[in-house]
């Protein structure tokens, strides 16, 4: 389970996110929808460490993250993955590269084992051999996207990190992702996060939703619990949410 608890974040005097209260439960699809500027990325990236807050706590299975060591918090870094929105490639290694890398810098498995474990992932995630030697900028954004999901898989996690996972891909690899995520909460059992503006997506795959708002939390709960005055409050007239 993650906790946090009066997370604040302000850049440059600015304030993004006020006393953000969040629960998080094991093996649920939990979503953070907000419109475009009101912190998603910035709240996600907070709770996994790749920003520190100015004030409030994270906790993980009820650790909190600031007081673990730098040793703690590299173990507890292996049970997170982290799938950015621009997918966040290594540009310059080809994707066998791009996903075995974890595993030789982490693990002493051999070659062998290293390269049994990026087929499977690159199976799973529906793609074929014959592009582990291609490099990022050959790839289409879908598969960009199945690749950064086939990284995040390899590690093992148990939490996953989506942001806005499905964001400039076409109906076919939306769908694809969309069956991805589900998979690895039913499947492997992972706790999801998504953070996303599209309503749709929203509705198609949480469990439980968290509707951001003005750098606050406006809501939490059941995704049937979302009323339409909810999302008109949401959303400015005409801001695009669905794509
Ligand atoms: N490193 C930073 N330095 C200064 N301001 C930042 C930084 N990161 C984010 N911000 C500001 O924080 C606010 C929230 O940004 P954030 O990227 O979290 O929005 P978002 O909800 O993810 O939007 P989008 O849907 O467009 O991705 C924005 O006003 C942004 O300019
Ligand atoms: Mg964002």
Do not use: W
């Not at 706590?57 to 870094?77: A, H, T, V």
């Not at 949480?206 to 409050?233: C, H, P, T, W, Y």
């Amino acid at each position: 389970m993650i906790e946090v608890r009066k997370l604040c974040k302000s850049f440059n005097g600015k304030k993004v996110l006020n006393k953000i209260d969040l629960e998080i439960r094991e093996n649920e699809i939990f979503t953070i929808l907000g419109p475009s500027g009101h912190g998603k990325t910035v709240l996600i990236k907070l709770l996994v460490r790749l920003l520190e807050p100015d004030s409030g706590s994270i906790s993980y299975d009820g650790q909190d993250i600031s007081s673990l060591s730098k040793r703690e918090f590299n173990e507890m870094y292996k049970k997170i993955a982290f799938i950015f929105q621009s997918n966040a490639l290594f540009d310059y290694l080809d994707v066998k590269d791009n996903l075995s890398l974890y595993k030789k810098l982490h693990t002493k498995l051999s070659e062998k084992m290293i390269m049994d474990e990026v087929l499977e992932a690159i199976h799973f995630v529906g793609l074929g051999q014959d592009i582990l030697n291609k490099f990022p900028e050959e790839l289409s954004e879908g598969m960009k996207k199945r690749v950064a999901i086939a990284r995040a898989v390899i590690k093992l996690p148990s939490y996953i990190f989506y942001d806005e996972p499905t964001l400039g891909l076409d109906q076919g690899n939306i769908v694809k992702v969309i069956e991805l995520i589900r998979s690895l909460k039913k499947d492997v059992s992972l706790t999801s996060i998504v953070v996303t503006h599209n309503i749709h997506l929203m509705f198609e795959i949480s469990d439980r939703v968290a509707l951001l708002k003005d750098r606050e939390i406006v809501f939490v709960g059941d995704k049937d619990n979302i009323s339409n005055v909810m999302l008109q409050n949401l959303y400015e007239k005409g801001e695009d949410y669905e794509l």
